[in-house]
């Protein structure tokens, strides 16, 4: 867009470009503190313990940055409520507005010393997701937005619009699946007959933002343990990009359920039209 003001040299804004608000600065400077916090600790020996089995690791790490994320909440919002998978202190309802917070996102990763773990941290106002920020502190990346405002990516000291692939065709279509972690998961075998043209392996709490990046259409969870906190961000980032996030059988992501978990685990991709496909394929395999 070009602006000329009497005889001046014209002016030239470019529109795709955005100037956080005030809430996404204060999550954003939260954000670079965790960061602090998972960078000491990465790649270092440290000692693991697991919350319910083997597959559900769980670090000092995880433990430091959520205390810091949800004091430091708690301080810029302190009308808020937070749910944090890392703490027991579990809102009593979420009717009001409700932080969704992985202070580790990718606990497995980074554990294993790979760089794609993150810090996930949304925004739930009447059962809608309205802010949300995902950062990847090893690889430098930062995604957020809000409600009605659009999606971005960190790029150099600025933000700059992200928009989702338009590619409506499984067959054309690119699939984001887990990095292999160990657990046996019988929902993926049936996946596989999904006739994806690639599958792309990603171990961070960032899949959506690959998705409302354009870099890839869709991703499936295959983790029934899956909770709000994995998604809360990464959906407001995906559908203001032009994507969209529903369950397994295709209903919207119930936020106001008593149980933190998903029941249905969920479904992001690129369009519509995409996303009705996949919810078909789905239904047919019965998964």
Request: proline share 4%.
């Amino acid at each position: 867009m070009e602006y000329k003001l009497n005889n001046m040299e014209k002016i030239i804004i470019n529109t795709n470009e955005m100037i956080p608000s005030e809430l996404a600065e204060k999550v954003f400077n939260i954000t670079d503190e965790a960061s602090v916090i998972l960078r000491k600790y990465f790649q270092q020996i440290i000692d693991i313990d697991y919350k319910k089995d083997e597959f559900d690791p769980v670090t000092v790490a995880d433990k430091e940055s959520d205390t810091l994320i949800r004091e430091q909440l708690h301080k810029a919002f302190p009308d808020d409520l937070i749910l944090s998978e890392e703490n027991d202190n579990i809102p009593e309802n979420y009717v009001d507005r409700v932080w969704m917070v992985d202070p580790l996102n990718g606990t497995k990763s980074f554990i294993k010393g790979v760089d794609t773990f993150g810090i996930v941290i949304g925004l739930v106002e009447n059962r809608t997701p309205t802010f949300g920020c995902v950062t990847v502190p090893a690889q430098n990346k930062v995604f957020y937005a809000e409600k009605g405002k659009g999606a971005f990516e960190k790029i150099g000291s600025g933000f700059e619009k992200i928009h989702t692939s338009t590619i409506s065709e499984i067959k054309g279509s690119r699939l984001i699946t887990r990095e292999p972690s160990g657990d046996i998961r019988p929902i993926e075998e049936k996946l596989n007959q999904i006739p994806f043209i690639q599958r792309i392996e990603e171990g961070s709490g960032a899949k959506l933002c690959t998705i409302a990046k354009g870099d890839a259409e869709s991703h499936i969870n295959t983790n029934f343990r899956a909770g709000k906190w994995d998604i809360a961000a990464q959906q407001i980032i995906l559908e203001e990009a032009g994507g969209i996030v529903t369950d397994l059988d295709g209903k919207p992501i119930d936020y106001q359920k008593e149980s933190v978990n998903l029941e249905r685990s969920f479904v992001a991709s690129a369009n519509k039209e995409l996303h009705e496909k996949i919810i078909a394929e789905l239904t047919k395999l019965q998964v």
